[in-house]
């Protein structure tokens, strides 16, 4: 039995769906590592009811995660997902910065070793349509440290889509132990953030009971917060917006 105080903060609810705010470390459904704890036992085994899985982040990474509290409801959200009819953003703080500062990121991938996704070769077989669009929203550059803050909207849901187009981009998330190992920023040693820095920030998306547009966003998560503080505070006068 999980303890309630396990348990994630719920964002919001009705009789359809459940939003709530993932903590880095967990994954949504059973894994490998550890097949007895994930986020959909945590939540059925302290609300006490069966819930329906519509879609997933990665384990280290925080944010939103909705599940649906109804077969019917959990029907029309899949099939929305699948459909593309759902809007993600995500923030990813990265190494270095996107030129231009905003735009889109147009990288078939495909499949690689070791559960991996990577860009396709031109005219790959295999190969899967992801587009991503992004926007530089801070920059922070000086003491040793070159670092943004990027808002990240994939258009596509492919494995592992915005790390992998976010490295292709030159770009690579902080701390990502599969696509940012080449980062070497002495200063980040020092952070108080050392896990994958990203995010799952907002969903819009139709409710599955009256079709009604909802937006649905989870707060930074509280160690992000604070590398973005430390940050603010390591380059006072390199701060850019």
Known sequence: MVEPAATPDVLFEDHDLLAVAKPPGITVVPASVEPGDCLHARLESARGEHLWVVHRIDREASGLVVLA???????????????????????????????????????????????????????????????????????????????????????????????????????????????????????????????????AHRLGLRHPRDGRVVELEAPLAPDLVSLQSWLDAACPRGVAS
Request: a positive charge.
């Open 69 to 199: 509290r109804t077969a019917l409801a959990h029907r029309a959200l899949s099939m929305d997902f699948e459909g593309r009819r759902v809007h993600k953003t995500y923030v990813a703080f990265v190494a270095g910065t996107l030129d231009p500062r905003a735009g889109r990121i147009d990288v078939p991938l495909h499949a690689a070793r070791r559960g991996k996704a990577r860009p396709a070769e031109p005219g790959e077989a295999g190969a899967r349509d992801a587009l991503t669009e992004y926007k530089v929203a801070r920059r922070w550059l000086g003491a040793g440290l070159d670092v943004s803050r990027v808002e990240a909207r994939p258009a596509t849901g492919r494995h592992h889509q915005v790390r992998v187009h976010l490295r292709a981009r030159g770009a690579p998330i902080l701390f990502d132990p599969l696509y940012g190992r080449s980062v070497r920023q002495d200063p980040l040693q020092r952070a108080p953030c050392q896990r994958l820095a990203l995010h």
